[in-house]
């Protein structure tokens, strides 16, 4: 062979590697772009059934394959959600434990992206807000119906942690502080030799020694008895006996167990005391 075909015969051996790397440089390429496909496909699957510890493993495979930051940020929205999920479902098993506050919590944790569960939460946050203060409402009032004062405000505090604005609690904590002064006042009383165990006669010759402008015709009559904050009064009835009617002067509660006495502010409905 002349020097002439040898250098022929290089040149067509030289195109044909060149040809052959660029052929296996491009199926390799290709492969792996159908392979990166694949994993974003199977990745963003996982997404939409939730499966988030799946979506993650897969995401980071395809990073291995070229670095993408909107990879990155799905990586990052799975785990957010990986987590959001498992407060969700915290927070459900929570609520069926009637332990609210931890729930709120949970369900507080749960973020806007989880679409799945976002409104779902904020709906059981209101079922476990409501729930939480009708539990400790129903406490605080069978503690008070006790005389624990200390303890039922201790479930009001509870109740305005979460819903600082709430009426009916501050309502409450007004009417025990009071009640728990009376108790206080009562335990005074008895320690300065003061009358037990009033009774209902009792009761009415002693609003009629606390009511100044009495006439000729001015009675006094025992009406009934009531409780408030867990303290038991007589209900005494003041009235002027004008023959064909009367017309009345006053209300007065007296303690059934000390002998206190109070007027009855009729307008704010207000025990005033009167000794």
Known sequence: ???????????YSLIGIIVFVAVSFGSYKFYKVQAYNKLISSANKYME???YEKAIDVFNEALEYKEDSNVK?????AKSLLASQKYYEEGVKEMKKQDYEKAIDSFKKVVKEDTKRYEDARKKIDECTKAFIALNLKNASEAAKNS????AN????????IDSANKEAKKLKEDYSTASSKKQQGSEDKDKGY????TADQAVKIAAKYVTN???NTKFSFDHEDSRNGVNYYVIHAFEDMGDHVATLGWYYIEKGYGKAYEWDLAEDQ???LN
């Open 271 to 273: 025990l005033i005391p």
């Open 1 to 11: 062979m002349d020097k002439k075909n040898i250098k022929q015969v290089s040149i």
């Open 73 to 77: 940020n799905s990586v990052i929205l």
């Open 214 to 216: 009495k006439g000729t």
């Open 154 to 161: 201790k479930y009001l505090d509870e109740i305005l942690k």
């Open 195 to 198: 009358s037990a165990g009033v």
């Open 49 to 51: 059934e939730g499966n």
């Open 148 to 151: 624990k004062y200390e303890e």
